[in-house]
């Protein structure tokens, strides 16, 4: 669930990098309060697609503020389980929580609740935007000004209006992970069609830098499609691994500002 939430974290990219970086009133078209997307994740190869799990994401509002004032927030939720016989190989039960300034899109507390296999991680991080601090369970670390946790960068970039992109343009993100801020640097390489179980849709494909080692053979292995309009919703996402790929597709989707359009001939850009 974690490289998910890192992938499409990273999915829709601003006019400039001075963009990602700015602070103040963000203006929201792209998502509102009851947006539900559903994705179902499976190990891809030369012997067919099995799957491996499914993420949910999910926009509420809470009434509850984290910040101290009557401010309403959201409340962003994303939550990733493995399924079927990937259950008795590594059982997968993540849960990650964001609750977001609804005007600036800025994070006040990112709750995480991790169960894979053996591994067992909660935390809870505290961002003071005065003191530029993020306090975890463990740490207090300095923070940039505008940095978001994994779950409200999601959102927050798919705020950003697309202009006019070269290919092989070049943009930035700062998220904070496991008391460390991370910079991805986010590769734009066009527009394509992208096919659908409801049809052809037009979309911006993405290429985030991850690190490279054992499991990943480059610093771009993975790709992101989304949506080429208002909604910016991730459609499909793509990391190739040493044998085969993983990947991630929308299958179920609900409560967006607008509908998706789909296309059932086109000859706009490339079909993927």
């Given amino acids: 669930m974690m490289r998910i939430c890192l992938l499409i974290s990273v999915i829709i990219i601003s006019l400039n990098t001075s963009d990602v970086f700015a602070q103040g009133i963000i203006h929201n078209q792209a998502f509102k309060v009851g947006e539900r997307l559903e994705y179902r994740v499976y190990y891809q190869s030369g012997i067919g697609n099995v799957t491996a799990g499914e993420t949910i994401l999910t926009v509420e509002e809470w009434k509850e503020s984290y910040t101290g004032s009557d401010k309403t927030v959201f409340h962003l939720t994303g939550e990733g389980n493995s399924t079927g016989v990937f259950n008795f190989f590594f059982k997968v039960r993540d849960k990650f929580q964001s609750f977001v300034d609804q005007q600036t899109l800025l994070p006040y507390v990112f709750l995480r609740e991790t169960r894979e296999g053996k591994f067992k991680k909660d935390d809870k991080v505290t961002f003071d935007r005065e003191k530029l601090t993020a306090v975890s369970t463990s740490k207090t670390k300095l923070i940039p000004a505008n940095v978001q946790d994994v779950i409200s960068a999601i959102y927050y970039m798919r705020t950003f209006k697309v202009s006019d992109f070269d290919a092989d343009s070049m943009f930035y993100l700062n998220f904070f992970l496991d008391d460390s801020v991370y910079t991805s640097a986010i590769k734009f390489e066009g527009t394509g069609i992208l096919k659908t179980k ?25 790709f992101v499609w989304v949506s080429d309009d208002e909604n910016h919703v991730p459609i499909m996402g793509e990391s190739e691994v ?8 929308l299958i179920e989707y609900s409560g967006l500002v607008k509908p998706l359009e789909f296309i059932v001939k086109s000859k706009i850009g490339q079909e993927y």
């Fill in 198 to 222: 409801w049809g052809k849709i037009k979309c911006l494909k993405i290429a985030p830098m991850m690190a490279t080692g054992d499991i990943f053979a480059n610093k771009y292995p993975m």
């Fill in 242 to 249: 040493i044998v085969g790929s993983i990947k991630m597709e």
